[in-house]
């Protein structure tokens, strides 16, 4: 066979393994329908494990790679998983007949969370000086809709959240409230007075982006402010999800996430700020690149894509963001300062100590 016959020929067989993942699909979406029927849940790890495992075996009978034949496996059951959990989101939604307002839904995280509620039934005016997509109603101001939403979503910036929030109490308005703002010390007085006034409010901090599709091992943190039912009546909207539900302290959350966004995002900023300031060439580094510096250059680039009002927001605003920066200064000073005196006891000592803490992991 020629290059063009062997070309046609591998054509043919990847049509093949497309027509197998849709076949592939067709049985998930009954396998959904009778996991719903009998209460089953959606993920199984034990039968996540038993396929891998075939994968790998079936590959070395064939000499193939055991991690390709993993990888497109796990690809199959992630979109699987998706799929079915998109299902059952519709399946057991709560929202049919009534009425739900997103303000700053024409964002990423707003339309997010309108897809979702949309998804359970719910009808989904977005309210944001910025046109929406068509797919939902659309007013420039919040405070032109009438006051009889079921649910309200606050997705605007951390800053605008508050603002609203204070115009909201103002405003008399019923129904399920929440924000999804990244940092709650700024909302706290707001949130406070809603309770006070009777409204049914609480805090929601969703640990995910606004690509996000299967929401299994992901956290969703719902933050009490005085309304208990308003918390389980927010937790109720990710039941029929994967999502983790994490109930935690309002008052906590601020100084935990200096650490687990306020960190994570100043050593990257810090990253790519010291490869753009070096004078370097990032092609000519990537040809020299290592695993580790292909890793952190991906989240890097990740981390650079971001808004970075909001980052800077998170950051600024969070009355224990600076514990975590100068945290973060602290350890690069100690490692220069030990490199620099040659202390190779110290060094290692570092790194032990990094090690004993990370295998604390779950």
Do not use: C
Not at 135 to 143: A, K
């Amino acid at each position: 066979m020629d290059l063009d016959e062997l070309r046609a020929r591998l054509s043919v067989i990847d049509r093949q393994i497309i027509d197998l993942a849709a076949e592939r699909q067709s049985v998930v979406d009954a396998i959904g329908e009778f996991k719903r029927a009998t209460g089953m849940a959606t993920r199984d790890f034990s039968r996540e494990k038993n396929v891998l495992d075939a994968a790998r075996a079936q590959a070395i009978d064939l000499g193939l790679p055991t991690e390709l034949a993993a990888s497109l496996m796990q690809l199959l059951i992630h979109s699987s998983l998706t799929k079915q959990e998109r299902a059952r989101v519709r399946a057991e939604g709560r929202g049919h007949g009534k009425r739900a307002l997103v303000i700053g839904g024409s964002g990423k995280m707003g339309h997010w969370f309108a897809e979702f509620l949309d998804s359970q039934g719910y009808a989904v005016t977005i309210a944001d000086p910025v046109k929406a997509a068509p797919d939902f109603p659309w007013v420039p101001d919040w405070q032109q809709t009438s006051p009889d939403f079921d649910i309200t979503v606050v997705a605007a910036p951390i800053n605008a959240t508050g603002q609203i929030l204070e115009a909201f109490g103002a405003a008399g308005r019923g129904g399920l409230v929440f924000d999804v703002a990244s940092l709650k010390s700024p909302l706290l007085p707001a949130l406070r007075k809603l309770a006070a006034r009777g409204v049914r409010v609480t805090s929601l901090h969703p640990m995910f982006g606004p690509d996000t599709e299967l929401l299994s091992g992901r956290h969703v943190l719902f933050l009490e402010v005085g309304v208990p039912d308003a918390t389980r009546e927010a937790v109720a909207l990710f039941e029929s999800t994967m999502a983790q539900q994490i109930e935690m302290s309002v008052d906590d959350h601020d100084r935990l996430i200096a650490f687990v966004l306020g960190l994570s995002h100043a050593l990257n900023i810090a990253f790519f700020t010291a490869l753009a300031d070096s004078g370097e060439a990032l092609p000519r580094l990537e040809e020299l690149s290592s695993t580790t510096f292909d890793a952190q250059l991906e989240v890097a680039a990740k981390v650079a894509e971001e808004n970075p009002q909001l980052y800077f927001e998170i950051q600024h605003d969070n009355p224990h963001g600076r514990d975590a920066l100068l945290a973060l200064a602290s350890a690069v000073d100690r490692v220069r300062n030990v490199v620099e005196a040659g202390d190779r006891a110290a060094f290692v000592k570092l790194m032990e100590n990094g090690r004993d803490y990370l295998a604390r992991r779950k």
